[in-house]
């Protein structure tokens, strides 16, 4: 049997700007999410010669159904680590399309070295 973790969904909040006008950002207090299918990505070291020591690290998250808030631009704890950022604008499948209990998938990466 399948069984989803619960991760901690924070998202950017605008709390000022900087000396030189950049806005300062920060996170969200983490909100729960239950019942969420995790899979490792695949972890691959960057090619960029002037990034020797550079890493991708990515996970594969599927949302239940039903889950109604956006996660552009949020970013997600797996499992106590450090949030990563979301890849792109995650969409829920079609109810029709999703037999199971989840339907919308998500990506998350961070970038070390």
Do not use: C
Not at 61 to 81: D, Q
């Amino acid at each position: 049997m399948i069984v989803g973790e619960s991760v901690a969904v924070q998202r950017p909040i605008v709390v000022g700007e900087d000396a030189h006008g950049n806005q300062t950002v920060e996170l969200s207090e983490p909100e729960t999410v239950d019942d969420v299918l995790v899979a490792p990505g695949p972890r691959a070291d960057l090619s960029d010669t002037s990034r020797p020591d550079g890493d991708r690290v990515e996970w594969n998250l599927h949302f239940p159904k039903g889950y109604p808030a956006t996660l552009r631009g949020a970013f997600i704890s797996v499992r106590g680590g450090e949030p990563l950022r979301v890849v792109g604008d995650p969409q829920h499948y079609t109810e029709q399309n999703t037999p199971g209990r989840w339907s919308m998938p998500v990506e998350l990466w961070r970038v070390d070295g």
